[in-house]
């Protein structure tokens, strides 16, 4: 049964796309990408208009072309579109790992709650856990990017990967 992991930030078209193409490209280089379903979404539906998601936001997806993410069937970003995180989807994945610790209230409160424990920071399993900052405010898209490929490696070795 593969562990099923969803990335959450707050509108699902920088952080949480970032890190699930990062993810995606990680676990394929390993060989271990049946072991996983990777998936992201929002917490708010700011990026969802009358039904649909708009796609990953050009600076984040130029910093995963420019790491050499989307070159292959799985890790190919092209069609990802925002969605929000539904309540259904607490039963669905394994872990739901944010990127800031208000995404953890608001994942809460969506979602009912956390009776088993499923919902973190995505720098949870860091020797420095912490938020990571929101590229579209600051910019920064390659510091960004690089906590979450730290987010990833720490997620993968708590994992005995």
Known sequence: MPIKVLFICHGNICRSPMAEYAMKKIVEDKGIKD???????AISSEEVWNGIGN???????????????????????SGKRARQIQRSDYEKYDY??????????AVNRICGGDPEGKIMLMLEFSDRPRNIADPWYTGI???AYNDIEESI???LKHLGY
């Open 55 to 77: 796609p990953i936001y050009p600076p984040a997806k130029n910093e995963l072309k420019r790491r050499g993410i989307g070159n292959t069937p799985y890790t190919d970003f």
């Open 35 to 41: 072991d996983f379903i990777i998936e992201s979404a």
């Open 141 to 143: 898209f390659d510091v």
């Open 96 to 105: 739901i790992l944010c990127a800031e610790g208000y995404h953890i209230t």
């Open 153 to 155: 490696y720490a997620f």
